[in-house]
């Protein structure tokens, strides 16, 4: 599969659990008709899940397995994946790479308000705090595709779905 023979482009939407990547994903789906792919979701659907990681309380994911089952989906372009990692998807795959983040407060009030306690709240604050997912991404795809967005209120949110339908469109002038 290479790029250029994609129609629409394809959008990794990453970053720390509760930054809001399901919210952006599923609002620019309505927006823009793209598949919205639940990474997590998949990986279940699809069997993909190994043996239990005691410490973090969740399944293993078999990478290699759900990229199998990934290929053909993203093949045409117009995906927007959705995941909290992003190194282990090739490269060719993605065309524009969002990291979205949001501040301390914010998102502690949204993990605890998911039930998060103890060391997987606080990983997941540190992960945050550490820009791991930035860090993740700027490593793992072009810095020219990669682009971080603030996620911390309503407005934010609104602003960042226009933001990307604008890239979209800019992608779609320089590539068709
Ligand atoms: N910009 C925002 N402003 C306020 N709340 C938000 C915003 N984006 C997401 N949320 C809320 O934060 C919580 C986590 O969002 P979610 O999209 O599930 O995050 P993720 O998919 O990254 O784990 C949800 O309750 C969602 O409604």
Not at 4 to 11: F, G, M
Not at 77 to 102: K, L, Q
Request: charged residues 30%; contains cysteine; negative net charge.
């Amino acid at each position: 599969m290479e790029t250029r023979k994609r129609i629409s482009p394809n959008i990794l939407i990453t970053g720390t659990p509760g930054v809001g990547k399901s919210t952006i994903s599923r609002l620019l789906a309505e927006r823009t008709k793209f598949a919205w792919r639940e990474v997590s979701k998949l990986a279940e659907e699809y069997n993909c899940l190994d043996e239990y990681d005691p410490e973090y309380n969740c399944p293993f994911l078999n990478e290699d397995k759900l990229l199998d089952v990934m290929e053909g989906m993203v093949a045409k372009g117009g995906n927007i994946v959705d995941y909290h990692g992003c190194d282990f998807f090739p490269e060719r795959w993605f065309d524009g790479v969002f990291v979205v983040r949001t501040n301390n407060t914010s998102l502690y009030d949204r993990l605890t308000a998911r039930g998060y306690t103890g060391k997987k709240l606080e990983d997941n604050i540190q992960c945050e705090i550490f820009e791991t997912l930035l860090e993740e991404a700027q490593s793992s795809y072009k810095p020219e595709i990669v682009q971080e967005l603030q996620n911390n209120t309503e407005d934010q949110l609104h602003s960042n779905i226009n933001t990307i339908v604008e890239w979209i469109e800019r992608w779609k002038e320089e590539n068709i």
